[in-house]
T-cell receptor
Framework: EPEVTQTPSHQVTQMGQEVILRCVPI?????FYWYRQILGQKVEFLVS????????KSEIFDDQFSVERPDGSNFTLKIRSTKLEDSAMYFC????????????FGPGTRLTVL | TQLLEQSPQFLSIQEGENLTVYCNSS?????LQWYRQEPGEGPVLLVT?????EVKKLKRLTFQFGDARKDSSLHITAAQPGDTGLYLC??????????????FGKGTKLSVIP
């Protein structure tokens, strides 16, 4: 069964460093998303991406964040200068349709900023 | 900002008992999805409900979407230890920018005691 994959599973970085989180969405999906979940809190929407551009982004997704689909399979989230409060689980998701969309989530990347 | 309130937050029951988890909002959603999340993993989609009043069954799990598409419930019959986990509801809404996004509730942590 096709699934969303994410690498790395755990990333530890120093405050101020850049990190890139990688995702491979399900191959026939067209809509891609990033979410984050701070420990003990709810899953929060960051950004949606379609047709090589951002469709929607939340207030959390400020200028420090960017997304890219560098090739036909990968979808990346870059945080330019990490802050302590960026420590969280980051989930990538993909869906086939825009609405009534069943979003399938990856296993997540645990980002720890020291 | 749309909010989804889930109740109860925590639920501990004996094996064989029935239970209901609620997901409520003052906002209307185009669809509502239920996920299950294990510690340190990504949410796994259980079901999507789209039509007001819709009922879907997944073995011992029954999902209902409210008539006004503002609320939903998950009923588990004869709970088993394998049902233990975090259950999340997520409402899909149109952002007005030509895009849809999911808003998650905080989840119900279910523990089924053998």
């Amino acid at each position: 069964e096709p699934e969303v994959t994410q690498t790395p599973s755990h990333q530890v970085t120093q405050m101020g460093q850049e990190v890139i989180l990688r995702c491979v969405p399900i191959s026939n999906h067209l809509y891609f998303y990033w979410y984050r979940q701070i420990l003990g809190q709810k899953v929060e929407f960051l950004v949606s991406f379609y047709n090589n551009e951002i469709s929607e982004k939340s207030e959390i997704f400020d200028d420090q964040f960017s997304v890219e689909r560098p090739d036909g399979s990968n979808f990346t989230l870059k945080i330019r200068s990490t802050k302590l409060e960026d420590s969280a689980m980051y989930f990538c998701a993909s869906s086939r349709r825009q609405t009534y969309n069943e979003q399938f989530f990856g296993p997540g990347t645990r980002l720890t900023v020291l | 900002t749309q909010l989804l309130e889930q109740s109860p937050q925590f639920l501990s029951i004996q094996e064989g008992e029935n239970l209901t988890v609620y997901c409520n909002s003052s906002s209307v959603f185009s669809s509502l999805q239920w996920y299950r999340q294990e510690p340190g993993e990504g949410p796994v989609l259980l079901v999507t409900v789209v039509t007001g009043g819709e009922v879907k069954k997944l073995k011992r799990l029954t999902f209902q979407f409210g008539d006004a598409r503002k609320d939903s419930s998950l009923h588990i019959t004869a709970a088993q230890p394998g049902d233990t986990g975090l259950y999340l509801c997520a409402g899909e809404s149109f952002t007005g920018a030509g895009s849809y996004q999911l808003t998650f509730g905080k989840g119900t942590k279910l523990s089924v005691i053998p």
